[in-house]
């Protein structure tokens, strides 16, 4: 018992961190992995013209402790990162903040406020442990007097991550901030500067260079340009934006191409021309022009922006109402303003250019989209979530618009970009959106797809009634289709698997379940084995609900060997997870945690959260069970972190209300209250509303236990819990906990 003791008494540190997450609901920060390492401070571009006066007077200002705050604003292309590296090599910044007191400070990957602070902490190379927190890096910050100055480059990536971080964001900057000695310089795409009511900003919006200076950048990179004829042309194409006169320039010299030849280019690939190289090309920098939370979140200014991009020479703000009479003047007054804190108001984009960028994005959906079980998925995926906001702002475009643009190539792209977000990050919108679309297109198969994708959505987010129904239909339509085509067939038995699981938890005769999940194994029976053993696994499942368990066992372990032969790692970590609970709900322990941990290391290998989730939340209750809390605590985190991510209601309450049983074993009332009171809230608008009353009632327990420490007080345990007897505090014998222990 005293080894236990010690073990639950090293876990205070560890749930200080929970009480943060009940209070804050944000990720916390992560331990700084070694791989982590300091990057440089760039140096300017060699070939930069036309901002003298700019980095003048950015300079003067950052000398300055009155004026040391800085931000460069503007869209992307612009040159607002050569601009600060600029001015980090004038005389005046090298003689106010001599050598290794400039803090290069790359924001473009700090897609949450601890990536932010973890960033921070690597490039101001902060000493100690490991541990990322803001108190670490201010004290660095304040152990010398001397001026420093960090350069905050692309900082709209943290600034308008999703989530709602904004504030735990500008939190952070306005701490770094109230340090007198410190300087900021901050990048970042949009109109208005983070945190302009508490923080005096020395704010530049920067603008396209002028002619001359397009000329001179051209002509230093390409020096047969000086007498081209329609150089000036090709320019004006580009807007005079640095960048694409930079990358315009290269190709020139490189290709051995006149202007001319690059306007025709240009006509036919657009940005894609200038879109060898990954990193550095004018698909990337699009990408991240639009890649804005601001503009997603609010309608109006997506279909205000749309408008503008038919309009080539732009129009005025008087004129708006005529050009988009949908709106009214009270939308457009909101959307006019979202898209200027996004910098997208000077978006000016031709008709042949948006029809060549549309076709562009679905190409470049399809050429890297893949279901979770394909070989290419786990590099896929990560392309496509970098381009996720950009592929969005081009697909999913207003309705008034979609019917010009259907294709068998659109609709495959729409569907097969819904499904890559079903596996990652599911999101109802945007699978309605391809369903609008199918359905407009009119094709049956395609129809059945997406709506079998929005089904599916739902499910992951726990709106099992809205994807039951869906997945009727989808099922419906598969079986209509003619039998000829073996992929419409394979596409059937899987939405017929999904269908048996959604009705598990809606359809009360159990029975019933059985039979449906009978029905649709047949009709897999001559499938390729990965479906045929996700059948059988259906199978296993609808009787595990059925408590008819031994036969449950048996299906399970016959789909999951045809599972294994397929090396379908996602849906045999579901199996070994099935297989757990029916071991668990037969009190058999040991069976149960030898099951769900070979379902975590199958879960581990795969990129899907919602998989993840699941079996985390598993592990978590089947720890618990045996007294393994510190383990449970483990899996407890990642359970809320992954449901937290995905949006699951449920699970989120689930993890909550675990939460609070967790600090029930550790005798801290306390974060108990707190956990339960979280929990409740979340379930009353989750699917089990019900549960909120078990929440409020161990809270009263709670209240009581507080009121009267002496008194014996017996806790509801998860509704998920095998046992339903009361729980108290330390009720097991030591030698219980002992032989538990060791399992």
């Known amino acids: 018992m005293k080894n236990i003791s010690t073990k639950v008494g090293n876990l205070d540190d560890r749930f200080g961190e929970f009480e943060e997450v009940l209070k804050r609901s944000v990720t916390l920060p992560k331990p700084r992995p070694d791989a982590v390492a300091r990057q440089q401070i760039p140096l300017m571009p060699e070939v930069f013209y036309g901002r003298d006066d700019l980095v003048e007077e950015i300079s003067q200002f950052l000398v300055k402790r009155e004026t040391s705050h800085v931000c460069i604003l503007g869209p992307g292309g612009m040159g607002k990162t050569s601009v600060s590296l600029a001015v980090v090599e004038s005389s005046l910044i090298q003689d ?25 902490y690597v490039q101001l190379q902060v000493p100690g442990d490991k541990q990322v927190t803001l108190e670490k890096i201010i004290t660095e910050l304040s152990i010398s007097s001397d001026p420093r100055l960090l350069i905050l480059d692309n900082f709209e990536t943290p600034w308008n991550a999703p989530g709602g971080s904004q504030k735990q964001v500008g939190d952070i900057l306005r701490m770094l901030a109230k340090l007198d000695h410190i300087a900021m310089l901050v990048t970042m795409r949009g109109n208005n500067p983070p945190c302009y009511n508490a923080i005096k900003w020395q704010s530049k919006n920067i603008e396209p260079t002028d002619e001359e200076s397009s000329l001179r950048i ?7 340009s000086k007498i081209d004829a329609d150089l000036a042309r090709l320019l004006g194409v580009l807007g005079h934006m640095p960048f694409a006169v930079t990358l315009m320039a290269r190709l020139a010299e490189d290709a051995h191409s006149t202007a001319k030849d690059l306007l025709a280019a240009w006509s036919e690939s657009g940005p894609t021309l200038l879109s060898d190289n990954p990193e550095k090309s004018m698909n990337r920098s699009i990408s991240l022009s639009v890649d804005s939370d601001l503009v997603q979140q609010n309608p109006n200014a997506v279909q205000l922006l749309a408008i503008l991009s ?23 007054i909101s959307a006019t303003a979202t898209l200027s804190k996004a910098g997208l108001l000077h978006n000016r984009i031709k008709d042949y250019l948006w029809d060549q960028i549309y076709l562009a994005c679905c190409q470049f959906v399809l050429e890297h989209a893949c ?58 919108e945007l699978a309605q959106y391809a369903v609008t679309a199918a359905k407009a297109y009119g094709i049956d198969c395609y129809i059945a797809s997406a709506v079998w994708c929005l089904g599916d959505t739902y499910y992951y987010i726990g709106k099992y009634d809205l994807s039951y129904d869906l997945f009727q239909k989808a099922y419906q339509l598969f079986n209509s289709l003619p039998n000829a085509d073996p992929k419409w067939q394979r596409l059937s038995g899987l939405c017929g698997v999904d269908l048996v699981t959604a009705a ?57 060997t045809l599972l294994r032969v397929a090396r379908n790692a996602r849906k045999l970590a579901g199996a070994c997870m099935i297989i757990s609970v029916v071991h668990y709900k037969e009190c058999r322990f040991l069976e149960a945690l030898d099951a769900i941990g070979e379902a975590w290391k199958l879960a581990e290998m795969t990129d899907v959260p919602a998989l993840q989730a699941n079996v985390a939340g598993q592990f978590c209750l089947t720890l618990f069970s045996v ?30 209300e675990y939460m609070g049983y967790g600090y029930l074993r550790q005798g801290d009332y306390k974060n108990a209250y707190s956990a339960y009171e979280a929990a409740g809230r979340q379930y009353i608008s989750s699917r089990y509303r019900w549960v909120e009353q078990i929440c409020k009632e161990n809270m009263a327990r709670i209240k009581q236990k507080l009121a009267d420490p002496n008194s014996v007080v017996g806790f509801y345990r998860p509704v998920n819990d095998i046992d339903k007897s009361p729980f108290y505090l330390f009720e097991q014998s030591p030698a219980g906990n002992v032989s538990l222990s060791n399992l």
């Open 310 to 332: 038919l309009l080539p020479a732009g129009t005025t703000k008087e004129n708006l109402r005529w050009w988009a009479p949908s709106l009214t003047t009270a939308t457009i």
């Open 96 to 120: 106010r903040f001599p050598r290794g007191n400039c803090v290069w400070v790359p924001c473009i990957g700090a897609t949450s406020p601890s990536l932010f602070l973890e960033t921070l």
């Open 504 to 560: 598990g938890f809606l359809v009360a005769d159990k029975d019933a379940v059985v039979s449906l999940a009978l029905e649709v194994e047949e009709k897999c029976a001559g499938l390729p084995d990965d479906i045929r053993g996700q059948s059988l696994v259906c199978v296993g499942a609808a009787l595990s609900r059925a408590t008819r368990h031994q036969e449950a066992l048996s299906y399970l372990d016959q789909g999951g």
């Open 371 to 428: 279901r979770y079980n394909e070989p290419g998925f786990s590099k896929n995926w990560k392309v496509l979530a970098a381009e996720d906001t950009n592929i969005q702002s081009i697909l999913f475009v207003p309705s008034t618009t979609l019917h010009q643009n259907l294709s068998d190539k659109t609709i495959e792209a729409l569907i097969a970009f819904c499904w890559y977000r079903d596996d990652t990050k599911p999101d109802p």
């Open 627 to 656: 007294d393994r809390d510190a383990e449970a605590w483990n899996y407890l985190e990642i359970y809320l972190t992954k449901a937290r991510h995905i949006g699951n209601l449920n699970d989120i309450a689930d993890a909550l």
């Open 218 to 224: 051209f002509h230093d990179i390409n020096p047969s």
